[in-house]
């Protein structure tokens, strides 16, 4: 059992940078994959990247385009979502999730999820 706590949301200017963290519980956080998505208002969760296990290889969407950089620290079960360049089409909650196995692009694969954090920019 993991439970995923995530941080970090607010409110920013287009262009400004955030950083997200999602902290986990449990002893064995290097056992799972971590995937970050996202859900805007009136639109359908999608995937934004993901880190392996051991957190040296990632993987992000297209529309990320350079702008954002997932790590891991397993020793303090955290993984993190650093975000610049940041538009107001960005606005969403974010979620991390984790997954037993290798990252994937698809949410319904992954066993656990955050509640979430609102990331929210302003033009």
């Known amino acids: 059992q993991v439970q995923l706590v995530e941080s970090g949301g607010g409110l920013v200017q287009a262009g400004g940078s955030l950083r997200l963290s999602c902290a986990a519980s449990?002893?064995?956080?290097?056992?799972?994959?971590m995937g970050w998505f996202r859900q805007a208002p009136g639109k359908e969760r999608e995937f934004v990247g993901a880190i392996n296990r051991s957190g040296d290889t990632t993987y992000y969407a297209d529309f990320v385009k350079g702008r954002f950089t997932i790590s891991r620290d397993n020793a303090k079960n955290t993984v993190y979502l650093q975000m610049n360049s940041l538009q107001p089409e960005d606005t969403a909650v974010y979620y991390c999730?984790?997954?037993?196995?290798?990252?994937?692009?698809?949410?319904?694969?992954?066993?656990?999820w955050g509640q979430g954090t609102q990331v929210t920019v302003s033009s």
């Open positions: 999730a984790a997954r037993q196995g290798s990252y994937s692009t698809s949410g319904i694969l992954y066993e656990y």
């Open positions: 449990g002893r064995t956080f290097s056992s799972y994959s």
